[in-house]
Nanobody, 115 residues
Framework: QVLVVESGGGLVQAGGSLRLSCAAFGSIPGDNVMGWYRQAPGKQRELVASFTRGDTTNYTDSVKGRFTISRDNAKNTVYLQMNSLKPEDTAVYYC?????????WGKGTQVTVSS
């Protein structure tokens, strides 16, 4: 069993920054392909950024150059540094932890960007 807890969301003006954290509690290997997704009202959940096999990273086009995913394996924690935020980044941000054929999600953290 894995518990996933996101934090760090909030209200920020356009152009501002936020840093999200995702802590995963359980027996998780250091090369787990954890990632961040988001879901805006009325839209499907979409990938924002994730680690891939080989510890490379993957970003959706709309956040490239603005968002950075990083990890602290000792803490089983993944971060998402979000800079130059735009109103269209407003969404609930979720952390995904795939492990042994099961996908674990957190409850999400709300990010609201005002214009």
């Amino acid at each position: 069993q894995v518990l996933v807890v996101e934090s760090g969301g909030g209200l920020v003006q356009a152009g501002g920054s936020l840093r999200l954290s995702c802590a995963a509690f359980g027996s998780i290997p250091g090369d787990n392909v954890m990632g961040w997704y988001r879901q805006a009202p009325g839209k499907q959940r979409e990938l924002v950024a994730s680690f891939t096999r080989g510890d490379t990273t993957n970003y959706t086009d709309s956040v490239k150059g603005r968002f950075t995913i990083s990890r602290d394996n000792a803490k089983n924690t993944v971060y998402l540094q979000m800079n130059s935020l735009k109103p269209e980044d407003t969404a609930v941000y979720y952390c995904k932890v795939p492990l042994r054929g099961i996908t674990y999600w957190g409850k999400g953290t709300q990010v609201t960007v005002s214009s």
